[in-house]
């Protein structure tokens, strides 16, 4: 399957008012030419705009005839210099045409780029197909293979989004401690539900991205962020798709042995279900046919993926048997991680419409995202509060509320920087923090139920 | 060694932008900024892959100028100066030659950088660079930045141009 290549920068294109505007700014333009031996030779002179008669009219440098009958490049460009962190108001504005007069320049073509207008890494990610024309360009000079790398530590975290594994640990956790405080644990049981677990979710991280780089969806998006836009290794041609292929088998074969383990130690066909249910559901978020994420479905998948499919499957493994405790308990990080989907999808927005990608932030207003998510934030904190009256929790997990305001914080937030990829990351960063406090509160909560549980009796 | 007068290796030794120019396509004059180094001998400048028109220019054809221009950019020197010279591409491994061949001399100009490359993992094709390696063949240079007055012409030695 082949995927469309955007263009890369901003392109050149017929000067405009603006440009006229742009360029007025600058306190001075360096004047370029070729000159008579055909090097390019420049100078810098102080100028004057007119926008409405689309002229130019530079101060003649003494010694150096602008010439007049060849093409001349006028660029006005700028800096501030920040020591020891480097620069910013990084732009530049080159215009091209005949000078009549020795004088007066008549622009016919314009380029340039303000990192206020198009962040710097927007600027980046819209440049990737030139790298990928260029490297391709230089294997075939070299008669080699050139292509990007990163180290093996760094690849491997980017390739399968490691850092992502908060997701899985909460849910696992969770369900351990549900069990232990049923009266069921064994520390080796447990912690191989949690790496069969990791690596399920590895897998299906890899897989995703296999299917959003086919689809495009992962190409069109030249705002990526940390928390979203995909691992990018594809894309940027560190890996190939085959090379993914094969990593997320190799994942898949991991966790689908460790699961296999664990339900011939625990003798559970239930296990086995919740196992197999867990992948299909992982794999048919992205993949054809289902492609839940592209029919808006994604949140939904996740809810199950990280509620009940993995916090049940934690509590079989210990308990060998499925209750009504652990399937409410499993709705809190269910919900809090479909949240964490629902918000890194914002800035994805609109790439994601472009592949065809109908994910919730493409179909609904800000305001009803922003409600929506406020809606099911609130209904977490209430399976809470109400698990612990209807007496299905134990009441030491109501410290878990104390993470309200964060929730709170991340709806404040999406009004502020709903528009703004980069400023939105601290608020997909806080709603990540959301899950997590949530998650360790209710442990704390769990840890204390089961000791109270010892010291009473 | 170099021949550059000492005036405007003062001002290679401070500018954080340079203006270079190259040959585009149909022979019209495309202008970059970019960081110029220099080591005594031979400017450097170089390119992410991601940015890299440029270098096709230049792979096409080597001669270029550099205008050292803005004194915001050159810690308040109003001096300016030209240079044109012959430039060529090194990107044998656009990984890692850069690192080899410029890394120091860009950390003496750009302290900072060591923290974008402790972030290469964020932005891998950033650090996927070719140098632009200038032998300097003709320099003008106009002392105060004063173009009313004509530059200074100031030619390679025939051995160096050579």
Redesign the interface.
Same mark, same amino acid.
């Not at chain 2, 750009?110 to 950088?113: D, L, Q, R, S, V």
């Not at chain 2, 290469?120 to 950033?126: C, D, I, K, T």
């Given at each position: 399957m082949t995927t469309a290549i955007r263009s890369g920068?901003v392109p050149a294109h017929d000067p405009t008012t603006a440009d006229f505007e742009r360029l007025a700014t600058y306190p001075?333009v360096?004047v370029?030419?070729?000159d008579e031996s055909? %090097?390019?030779?420049?100078?810098?002179?102080s100028f004057e705009t007119d926008a409405d008669a689309g002229t130019i009219t530079l101060?003649a440098?003494?010694?150096?005839p602008i010439p007049n009958d060849?093409?001349?490049?006028v660029?006005g460009?700028?800096?501030?210099?920040q020591p020891?962190?480097?620069?910013d108001q990084?732009r530049?504005l =080159?215009l091209?045409g005949l000078v009549a007069d020795g004088t007066t320049l008549t622009p016919t073509r314009a380029w340039g780029w303000d990192e206020n207008e198009t962040p710097f890494?927007e600027y980046?990610e819209r440049?990737?197909p =030139?790298?990928r024309r260029?490297?391709a360009?230089?294997s075939k000079e070299?008669g080699r293979t050139?292509r990007?790398? #990163?180290s093996f530590f760094?690849l491997a #975290?980017?390739t399968t989004r490691l850092p992502f594994l908060s997701a899985t640990a909460v849910p696992v956790l969770l369900g351990i401690a549900a069990a232990a405080s049923d009266g069921a644990f064994t520390w080796w049981t447990a912690l191989l539900t949690l790496i069969g677990g990791s690596f399920a979710h590895l897998a299906i991280n890899v897989t995703n991205d296999i299917f959003d780089t086919l689809s495009g969806a992962d190409e069109a998006n030249t705002t990526p962020t =940390?928390f979203s836009g995909g691992s990018r290794v594809a894309v %940027?041609d #560190?890996v190939s798709i085959r090379g993914l292929s094969w990593l997320a088998l190799a994942l898949f074969a991991v966790a689908a042995l460790i699961g296999l383990l664990l339900v011939a130690v625990t003798g559970s066909l239930t296990l086995l279900w919740i196992g197999l249910a867990g992948i299909i559901v992982g794999v048919a978020y992205t993949a054809p046919p289902l492609k839940l994420v592209y029919r808006g479905l994604g949140e939904i998948a996740v809810a199950v993926g990280f509620g009940p499919i993995m916090l049940l499957g934690a509590y079989v493994v210990q308990t060998g048997r499925l209750a009504w405790e652990p399937l409410v308990l499993s709705l809190v990080p269910g919900a809090l991680i479909a949240l964490i989907l629902f918000v890194n999808e914002i800035p994805d927005r609109r790439s994601d419409a472009e592949a065809g990608k109908r994910t919730l932030p493409t179909r609904f207003s800000p305001d009803v995202i922003r409600t929506g998510y406020l809606v099911v934030a609130l209904a977490a904190f209430a399976v809470i509060a109400g698990g612990v009256v209807g007496g299905l929790l134990p009441w030491p997990t109501l410290i878990a509320l104390g993470a309200v305001p964060l929730a709170l914080r991340v709806h404040a937030g999406l009004k502020v920087h709903y528009d703004s990829p980069y400023t939105l990351m601290a608020v997909m960063g806080t709603n990540v923090n959301l899950n997590l406090a949530v998650g360790g509160l209710l442990l704390i909560g769990y840890v204390a139920a089961i000791l109270v549980m010892q010291l009473v009796g | 060694m170099g021949w550059l007068p000492e005036p405007i290796e003062r001002l290679l030794e401070v500018a954080?932008?340079g203006?270079l !120019?190259?040959?585009g396509r149909n022979?019209?004059?495309? !202008?970059h900024?970019l960081i110029p180094l220099y080591d005594g001998e031979k400017i450097y400048l170089h390119s992410? !892959?991601?940015?890299?028109?440029k270098?096709?220019h230049i792979k096409r054809?080597g001669?270029?100028?550099l205008?050292l221009?803005?004194p915001?950019?050159m810690k308040g020197n109003r001096d300016?100066a030209?240079i044109?010279g012959t430039a060529r591409v090194i990107?044998? $491994?656009?990984?890692s030659d850069w690192e080899r061949l410029i890394l120091e001399l860009w950390r003496a100009k750009?302290?900072?950088?060591d923290d974008?490359l402790k972030a290469?993992?964020?932005?891998? #094709?950033?650090f996927?660079r070719a140098v632009i390696e200038i032998t300097p063949?003709?320099a003008?240079y106009w002392e105060d930045?004063n173009? $009313?007055?004509?530059?200074t012409d100031v030619r390679a030695p025939r051995e160096v141009a050579a």
């Open positions: 920068s001075r360096v370029s030419w070729i055909g %090097y390019p030779t420049s100078v810098a002179t101060a440098p003494a010694g150096m060849r093409e001349i490049n660029t460009s700028h800096i501030r210099p020891g962190i480097g620069y990084r530049y =080159q091209w890494f980046s440049s990737v =030139q790298s260029y490297l360009a230089l070299k050139i990007p790398r #990163l760094w #975290l980017r =940390q %940027y #560190l | 954080l932008v203006e !120019t190259v040959v022979g019209r004059p495309v !202008t900024p992410s !892959t991601l940015f890299s028109k270098l096709e054809d001669r270029v100028s205008a221009t803005d915001v950019a300016r030209t044109q990107e044998d $491994d656009p990984h750009e302290p900072a950088i974008f290469r993992v964020a932005l891998p #094709l950033f996927e063949e003709r003008l930045g173009t $009313d007055r004509a530059p």
